[in-house]
Every structure is written in C-alpha cells, then in structure tokens.
C-alpha cells in the first residue's frame, strides 16, 4: 500500500510504499476513505525538539471501511463504514467498566502489538511507527477494535473522518463531566 511517510531528515511527508501485516487478535485492517490533516500533524513536522519515532506515518483524524478482522474482533465486520478515534481503550479495567473508558490508562499496552509479534507496518524489512496507534496517512489502517467506531453506511466518509478528532476535540471543549466546575475567569 502506498503510505505519508514523516522520515528522518525530512521536512515534508514523502509517499512511498509500505507492507501492512495481516490483523491478529483483535486488529481490524480499514481502507482508509478519508483522513484529516489535524494541526497535531503539522505540530510534530514543524516544531523542533519534538521526539517521534521514524519512519512514522502520520494522521489519526479518519474513517474508512472495514477489510478485514483478527479472529477476536467482536464489534466490526468487513464492510462495516467506521471512524478512528484517539481514545482506544482496554474495556476490562475498572475505569472502563465504570463507564469512563475516555481515562483508560491500559490501552496503551492492549492496542500494540508485542515485541515478538511482527510490526504492524513495515518498509523494506524496518518498521515503520504508527501515530497514536492509527496513521491514517495510509491508503489502509491495521488498528485495534477499540480504535473504530462503526457508522451508518450511509454517512458521507469525508464527513465522518472529522469526528475522531475535530469534533470530539470540540465536544469536549463544551462539555465536563457531572459535578466539574471550573473556576470563573472573569472575575
């Protein structure tokens, strides 16, 4: 598949071919239809000091539709039209039984693959990292299930890739939990 990569020495993404691995576990392999260019993207290519693994593909700002799953996949199919989030979660530790599964801290370890499980993306025999667990600058996604939400098949892609991250981002700027007051500013 042909891919954005964020190489070391450049300035700007350059597209070459990546292999994606086959999913495993509970991956879901998604043909990206539409990714967004978040300001984190540019954040991490133009400010200096900022530390990411590379090659990386960026982007995590998508929605495609579902090609292929793990054999523990349960919430998608293939077919199924999803969107990416940023949020993945673990879904068994008590914050996320408790219903927030928003401040999970275990999905970092559960959405990775183990160190002798073959990368997920790779180019030329060296891996390539994957940001925050998407990098939708790809012509297809390997993620695990808890990052894809699956949407009506008759929402407009282009669209949908915007609430992964724009939307939520925005949402949660409006919203707080039950019983958060901030502080007034205006006194």
Request: hydrophobic share 40%; charged share 20%.
């Amino acid at each position: 598949m042909r891919a954005a990569l964020f190489l070391d020495g450049q300035e700007d993404l350059v597209v070459d071919e990546v292999q994606v691995a086959a999913p495993i576990g509970n991956e879901v392999l998604v043909r990206t239809a539409a990714s967004g260019l978040c300001h984190s993207d540019l954040h991490f290519m133009e400010t200096e000091g900022w530390v990411l693994p590379r090659p990386i593909v960026l982007s995590h700002e998508a929605a495609g539709v579902v090609e292929s799953v793990g054999p523990d996949v349960r919430e998608v199919q293939p077919g199924d039209h999803v969107i990416c989030c940023l949020s993945v979660f673990c879904g068994r530790c008590e914050v996320c039984l408790s219903g927030q599964p928003y401040l999970c801290v275990q999905s970092q370890a559960d959405c990775v693959r183990s160190p002798d499980e073959p990368s997920r993306l790779s180019r030329g025999g060296q891996e390539v990292f994957q940001f925050a667990n998407l990098s939708s600058f790809a012509e297809q996604m390997l993620v695990h299930e808890n990052a894809v939400v699956k949407v009506r098949g008759d929402m407009p892609l282009d669209r949908a890739a915007l609430i992964g991250c724009g939307v939520t981002t925005g949402t949660g700027a409006v919203s707080a939990p039950p019983g958060w007051s901030p502080a007034p500013r205006w006194r």
